[in-house]
T-cell receptor
Framework: KNEVEQSPQNLTAQEGEFITINCSYS?????LHWLQQHPGGGIVSLFM???GKKKHGRLIATINIQEKHSSLHITASHPRDSAVYIC????????????FGKGTHLIIQP | NAGVTQTPKFRVLKTGQSMTLLCAQD?????MYWYRQDPGMGLRLIHY???????AKGEVPDGYNVSRLKKQNFLLGLESAAPSQTSVYFC?????????????FGPGTRLTVT
Protein backbone atom coordinates (compact mmCIF):
# COMPACT_ATOMS: atom_id res chain seq x y z
CA LYS A 1 0.00 0.00 0.00
CA ASN A 2 1.32 3.39 -0.92
CA GLU A 3 1.94 5.79 1.92
CA VAL A 4 1.34 9.43 1.06
CA GLU A 5 2.80 12.11 3.30
CA GLN A 6 2.12 15.81 3.01
CA SER A 7 3.92 18.70 4.62
CA PRO A 8 3.24 20.98 6.25
CA GLN A 9 -0.04 19.87 7.85
CA ASN A 10 -0.98 23.49 8.55
CA LEU A 11 0.30 26.68 6.97
CA THR A 12 -0.62 30.28 7.67
CA ALA A 13 0.83 32.98 5.41
CA GLN A 14 0.29 36.59 4.46
CA GLU A 15 -1.36 37.66 1.24
CA GLY A 16 1.15 37.82 -1.60
CA GLU A 17 3.53 35.20 -0.25
CA PHE A 18 4.82 32.31 -2.34
CA ILE A 19 3.42 29.04 -1.00
CA THR A 20 4.88 25.54 -1.31
CA ILE A 21 3.14 22.35 -0.26
CA ASN A 22 5.01 19.06 -0.47
CA CYS A 23 3.89 15.50 -1.09
CA SER A 24 5.98 12.34 -0.91
CA TYR A 25 4.94 8.77 -1.53
CA SER A 26 6.52 5.42 -0.83
CA UNK A 27 5.85 3.30 -3.92
CA UNK A 28 6.11 4.04 -7.63
CA UNK A 29 2.96 5.52 -9.14
CA UNK A 30 1.29 5.98 -12.49
CA UNK A 31 -0.29 9.36 -11.69
CA LEU A 32 -0.48 11.99 -8.97
CA HIS A 33 -3.41 14.31 -8.35
CA TRP A 34 -3.62 17.60 -6.49
CA LEU A 35 -7.05 18.48 -5.13
CA GLN A 36 -8.49 21.50 -3.35
CA GLN A 37 -11.16 21.18 -0.68
CA HIS A 38 -13.00 24.39 0.09
CA PRO A 39 -14.15 25.36 3.59
CA GLY A 40 -17.67 24.34 2.58
CA GLY A 41 -16.42 20.81 1.88
CA GLY A 42 -16.46 20.65 -1.93
CA ILE A 43 -13.48 18.99 -3.63
CA VAL A 44 -12.05 20.21 -6.91
CA SER A 45 -9.32 18.59 -8.98
CA LEU A 46 -6.44 21.01 -9.65
CA PHE A 47 -3.86 18.90 -11.48
CA MET A 48 -3.14 15.41 -12.64
CA UNK A 49 0.57 14.69 -13.20
CA UNK A 50 2.62 11.76 -14.35
CA UNK A 51 5.84 13.66 -15.06
CA GLY A 52 7.33 17.13 -15.22
CA LYS A 53 5.43 20.28 -14.43
CA LYS A 54 2.00 21.84 -15.01
CA LYS A 55 0.82 25.41 -14.56
CA HIS A 56 -2.66 26.83 -14.26
CA GLY A 57 -2.94 30.49 -13.42
CA ARG A 58 -1.08 31.10 -10.16
CA LEU A 59 -0.78 27.39 -9.40
CA ILE A 60 2.20 25.27 -10.39
CA ALA A 61 2.61 21.55 -9.75
CA THR A 62 5.81 19.60 -10.21
CA ILE A 63 6.69 15.97 -9.80
CA ASN A 64 10.01 14.13 -9.50
CA ILE A 65 9.34 10.48 -10.21
CA GLN A 66 12.82 9.31 -9.17
CA GLU A 67 12.58 11.01 -5.78
CA LYS A 68 8.88 10.11 -5.33
CA HIS A 69 8.04 13.71 -4.56
CA SER A 70 5.67 16.39 -5.79
CA SER A 71 5.20 20.03 -4.91
CA LEU A 72 2.31 22.42 -5.31
CA HIS A 73 3.22 26.09 -5.51
CA ILE A 74 0.94 29.11 -5.26
CA THR A 75 2.33 32.42 -6.45
CA ALA A 76 0.98 35.77 -5.21
CA SER A 77 -1.26 34.03 -2.68
CA HIS A 78 -4.69 35.48 -1.92
CA PRO A 79 -7.19 34.90 0.91
CA ARG A 80 -9.43 33.04 -1.55
CA ASP A 81 -6.67 30.40 -1.81
CA SER A 82 -7.45 29.39 1.79
CA ALA A 83 -8.46 25.75 1.63
CA VAL A 84 -7.23 22.24 2.28
CA TYR A 85 -4.91 20.97 -0.45
CA ILE A 86 -4.81 17.22 -0.90
CA CYS A 87 -2.27 15.07 -2.70
CA UNK A 88 -3.44 11.71 -4.05
CA UNK A 89 -1.63 8.99 -5.96
CA UNK A 90 -2.58 6.15 -8.22
CA UNK A 91 -0.36 3.11 -7.90
CA UNK A 92 -0.06 0.27 -10.36
CA UNK A 93 -1.48 -3.17 -9.77
CA UNK A 94 -4.94 -2.85 -11.18
CA UNK A 95 -6.91 -1.08 -8.46
CA UNK A 96 -8.11 2.18 -9.81
CA UNK A 97 -8.84 4.31 -6.80
CA UNK A 98 -6.61 6.99 -5.40
CA UNK A 99 -4.61 6.88 -2.16
CA PHE A 100 -4.82 10.23 -0.42
CA GLY A 101 -2.61 12.25 1.87
CA LYS A 102 -4.19 13.83 4.93
CA GLY A 103 -4.14 17.28 3.40
CA THR A 104 -2.50 20.63 4.10
CA HIS A 105 -4.70 23.27 5.70
CA LEU A 106 -3.71 26.63 4.19
CA ILE A 107 -4.84 29.99 5.55
CA ILE A 108 -3.90 33.19 3.72
CA GLN A 109 -4.35 36.28 5.84
CA PRO A 110 -5.06 39.67 4.23
CA ASN B 1 -24.53 20.08 -16.70
CA ALA B 2 -25.10 19.34 -13.04
CA GLY B 3 -21.82 17.39 -12.85
CA VAL B 4 -21.82 14.94 -9.94
CA THR B 5 -24.72 15.09 -7.50
CA GLN B 6 -25.28 13.20 -4.27
CA THR B 7 -28.49 12.45 -2.40
CA PRO B 8 -29.07 13.07 0.46
CA LYS B 9 -26.76 15.83 1.72
CA PHE B 10 -27.27 14.99 5.39
CA ARG B 11 -28.65 11.97 7.23
CA VAL B 12 -28.87 10.73 10.79
CA LEU B 13 -29.35 7.00 11.32
CA LYS B 14 -29.75 4.83 14.36
CA THR B 15 -27.47 1.83 14.76
CA GLY B 16 -28.81 -1.09 12.75
CA GLN B 17 -30.83 0.97 10.28
CA SER B 18 -30.17 0.76 6.57
CA MET B 19 -29.93 3.40 3.89
CA THR B 20 -28.78 4.00 0.33
CA LEU B 21 -26.72 6.93 -0.88
CA LEU B 22 -27.24 7.90 -4.50
CA CYS B 23 -24.58 9.34 -6.75
CA ALA B 24 -25.51 10.59 -10.21
CA GLN B 25 -23.33 12.05 -12.97
CA ASP B 26 -24.38 13.54 -16.28
CA UNK B 27 -20.95 13.56 -17.96
CA UNK B 28 -21.17 10.05 -19.43
CA UNK B 29 -18.19 8.98 -17.30
CA UNK B 30 -17.21 5.32 -17.23
CA UNK B 31 -15.51 5.30 -13.83
CA MET B 32 -17.24 6.05 -10.53
CA TYR B 33 -15.95 5.93 -6.97
CA TRP B 34 -17.18 6.11 -3.39
CA TYR B 35 -14.85 7.57 -0.74
CA ARG B 36 -15.24 8.34 2.92
CA GLN B 37 -13.52 11.19 4.75
CA ASP B 38 -12.87 11.07 8.49
CA PRO B 39 -11.20 13.69 10.72
CA GLY B 40 -7.41 13.35 10.77
CA MET B 41 -7.42 10.84 7.95
CA GLY B 42 -7.20 11.14 4.21
CA LEU B 43 -10.05 10.17 1.96
CA ARG B 44 -10.31 6.40 1.62
CA LEU B 45 -11.75 4.41 -1.25
CA ILE B 46 -14.75 2.23 -0.35
CA HIS B 47 -15.82 0.78 -3.70
CA TYR B 48 -15.47 1.74 -7.31
CA UNK B 49 -16.87 0.85 -10.72
CA UNK B 50 -15.15 0.81 -14.10
CA UNK B 51 -18.38 0.62 -16.06
CA UNK B 52 -22.08 -0.17 -16.00
CA UNK B 53 -22.75 -3.46 -14.26
CA UNK B 54 -19.29 -3.71 -12.69
CA UNK B 55 -18.12 -3.00 -9.15
CA ALA B 56 -14.91 -3.63 -7.21
CA LYS B 57 -13.75 -3.31 -3.63
CA GLY B 58 -11.50 -0.52 -2.50
CA GLU B 59 -9.52 -0.02 0.68
CA VAL B 60 -12.40 -0.06 3.22
CA PRO B 61 -15.33 -2.02 1.74
CA ASP B 62 -16.61 -3.83 4.86
CA GLY B 63 -20.16 -2.91 5.85
CA TYR B 64 -20.99 -1.39 2.46
CA ASN B 65 -22.47 -2.67 -0.77
CA VAL B 66 -22.70 -0.94 -4.14
CA SER B 67 -24.51 -1.27 -7.42
CA ARG B 68 -24.08 0.30 -10.86
CA LEU B 69 -27.19 -0.73 -12.79
CA LYS B 70 -27.13 2.39 -14.94
CA LYS B 71 -24.00 4.11 -16.22
CA GLN B 72 -24.96 7.45 -14.69
CA ASN B 73 -25.77 6.15 -11.19
CA PHE B 74 -23.64 4.56 -8.47
CA LEU B 75 -25.42 3.53 -5.28
CA LEU B 76 -23.78 2.95 -1.91
CA GLY B 77 -25.74 0.88 0.60
CA LEU B 78 -25.37 0.43 4.31
CA GLU B 79 -27.32 -2.67 5.34
CA SER B 80 -26.89 -2.29 9.11
CA ALA B 81 -25.37 1.04 10.05
CA ALA B 82 -22.77 1.26 12.81
CA PRO B 83 -21.37 4.31 14.63
CA SER B 84 -18.01 3.63 12.92
CA GLN B 85 -19.70 4.54 9.63
CA THR B 86 -20.25 8.10 10.79
CA SER B 87 -18.37 10.02 8.13
CA VAL B 88 -18.60 12.31 5.14
CA TYR B 89 -19.10 10.32 1.95
CA PHE B 90 -17.92 11.59 -1.42
CA CYS B 91 -18.73 10.22 -4.80
CA UNK B 92 -16.48 10.91 -7.77
CA UNK B 93 -16.43 10.07 -11.45
CA UNK B 94 -13.91 10.19 -14.26
CA UNK B 95 -13.97 9.67 -18.03
CA UNK B 96 -11.01 7.34 -18.04
CA UNK B 97 -9.07 5.64 -15.30
CA UNK B 98 -7.23 7.59 -12.64
CA UNK B 99 -4.08 7.01 -14.61
CA UNK B 100 -5.04 9.60 -17.17
CA UNK B 101 -8.20 11.37 -16.09
CA UNK B 102 -9.08 13.85 -13.40
CA UNK B 103 -11.84 12.92 -11.00
CA UNK B 104 -14.93 15.06 -10.51
CA PHE B 105 -16.33 15.04 -7.00
CA GLY B 106 -19.84 15.38 -5.67
CA PRO B 107 -20.66 17.76 -2.80
CA GLY B 108 -20.62 15.04 -0.16
CA THR B 109 -23.11 13.39 2.19
CA ARG B 110 -22.66 13.89 5.92
CA LEU B 111 -23.86 10.75 7.72
CA THR B 112 -24.17 10.40 11.46
CA VAL B 113 -24.95 7.03 13.05
CA THR B 114 -26.06 7.18 16.66
Amino acid sequence: KNEVEQSPQNLTAQEGEFITINCSYSVGISALHWLQQHPGGGIVSLFMLSSGKKKHGRLIATINIQEKHSSLHITASHPRDSAVYICAVLSGGGADGLTFGKGTHLIIQP
Amino acid sequence: NAGVTQTPKFRVLKTGQSMTLLCAQDMNHEYMYWYRQDPGMGLRLIHYSVGEGTTAKGEVPDGYNVSRLKKQNFLLGLESAAPSQTSVYFCASSWVSGRSGEQYFGPGTRLTVT
